[in-house]
């Protein structure tokens, strides 16, 4: 059988999400603990997916994972549920043997951003312009064999506090692609670059524009959407809720 995994992290705890040699990171812990318990064997045979692989210092409230195994859910949360300090695998599903967990119906990522001394209005207003069908060329980092035009469904803003909270819906999204936009939202919010800067580096991909980029920190992916739901585990639910308050208290945002 083909099982997903939701699962959570606290980013600042990896070396990015991504397995790389001799280094700590989300998806080598679960490799490792899932190889350790049997659960899979190796990663080619058990056709080991990830759904996103987040950049270094993000953290996830949800991310996914799946792989073929012999063993049912319940005994993979049970054999999960105290592997891990900074990872809470919460929820679970059996799926189709040919589902990849990176084609999901849409991604949402939400940026935590200190809005002392910035414009709220403005950098609502020129959001905008990142919406629909975009090339992303001047707002990412492009890696050579990815396609720089991406659709953003939806930018949702909620200002708690201190903090304005900027939830991204997408598909997928680019290498860098929300940090270096929220970098430009920024300058726009601090009175440096204007709407037309934006809407120009958008339409002019051949142009080289460079806005920055913001700090991964406040960056969480918060939720990736399929045409199903996952089996909740309650106990882990409760370890989620602790992580995430660990999480937001870790970047000054503190939940209400």
């Known amino acids: 059988m083909r099982i997903a995994l939701k699962f959570a992290y606290d980013g600042s705890k990896f070396y990015g999400y991504a397995r790389q040699p001799n280094l700590r990171t989300v998806e ?5 603990v899932l190889i350790k318990n ?6 080619k045979d058990s056709y080991f997916r990830s759904a996103s ?33 900074d990872i809470v695998v919460f929820g679970a599903n059996n799926i189709n043997l040919d589902f990849n967990p990176r084609h999901a119906i849409y991604r949402n990522y939400c940026y935590y951003l200190n809005i002392k001394d910035l414009d709220v209005d403005k950098i609502i207003s ?26 953003i469904d939806n930018i949702v803003f909620s200002k708690i506090k201190d903090y304005l909270l900027i939830d991204f819906y997408a598909p997928t999204f680019l290498w860098n692609q929300i940090r270096r936009i929220i970098s430009a939202l920024v300058k726009i919010g601090n009175g440096k670059i204007g709407r ?25 992916l918060k939720d990736i959407v399929y045409d199903f739901t996952f089996e909740c585990d309650k106990e882990q639910l409760d370890k989620l809720e602790l ?14």
Request: net charge negative; charged share 30%; with cysteine.
């Open 38 to 43: 049997g659960i899979i064997e190796d990663t």
């Open 28 to 32: 080598g812990e679960l490799i490792k």
């Open 196 to 220: 037309q800067d934006i809407v120009e580096a958008l339409c002019n991909p051949d142009k080289d524009v460079d806005y920055g980029l913001a700090p991964a920190e406040p960056l969480i």
């Open 126 to 151: 020129v959001s905008s312009a990142f919406t629909g069908k975009q090339n992303f060329t001047n707002f990412s980092r492009l890696e050579s064999f990815k396609d720089p035009v991406r659709i």
């Open 53 to 85: 692989r987040t950049d270094k210092k993000v953290s996830a409230f949800a991310n996914v994972i799946s792989f073929n195994t012999n063993d049912s859910i319940k005994s993979v949360l049970k054999d999960l549920s105290n592997e891990f300090e």
């Open 243 to 256: 992580l995430k308050n660990r999480i937001l208290n870790s970047i000054g945002f503190i939940r209400q």
